[in-house]
Structures are given as structure tokens and as C-alpha cells.
């Protein structure tokens, strides 16, 4: 996945540590129970486009996210 512009990190959240872990895969960011990510743009009502600690940059559903 490749973004192209300024990054600017908007906040940091966390996944939900009662979520369901998933691999990703196309535009979509692996998910870890408890991992910080940092926000990059709010996409949608139901995705957040974020960075995760590897510097990788994916989509993650709105539902899993808690504020820090």
C-alpha cells in the first residue's frame, strides 16, 4: 500500500483487545489485539486509514478502534 502525500499523524488509537486478530491483505492492515496505531485519515464512518509500528500503512475498521 502506497500513500502519497504529507503524513501527518492525526492521533494515535488502539485496536480493541476483545477484537478479532486478522492477517489484512490488499489495502486492509493486519490487526493485533492492544497494538497502537497511529491515525493518519479518517476515511469514512467505517475505516480509519492508520500506521502500524512496522511503518506499514493500511485501512482498519472503525469498529475495532478505542481512543487512547
Known amino acids: 500500500f502506497q500513500f502519497d502525500g504529507d ?3 492525526l492521533t494515535q488509537m488502539m485496536v480493541d ?3 478479532t ?3 489484512g491483505g490488499g489495502k486492509n492492515l ?3 489485539r492492544g497494538e497502537i496505531l ?3 485519515q479518517f476515511t469514512n464512518e467505517e475505516q480509519i486509514l492508520c500506521r502500524n509500528s512496522q511503518r506499514r500503512y493500511g485501512y482498519v475498521p472503525r469498529a475495532v478502534m478505542l481512543r487512547l
Open 7 to 9: 503524513i501527518r499523524v
Open 17 to 19: 483487545p476483545a477484537a
Open 30 to 32: 493486519p490487526l493485533r
Open 38 to 40: 497511529d491515525v493518519i
Open 21 to 23: 486478530e486478522k492477517r
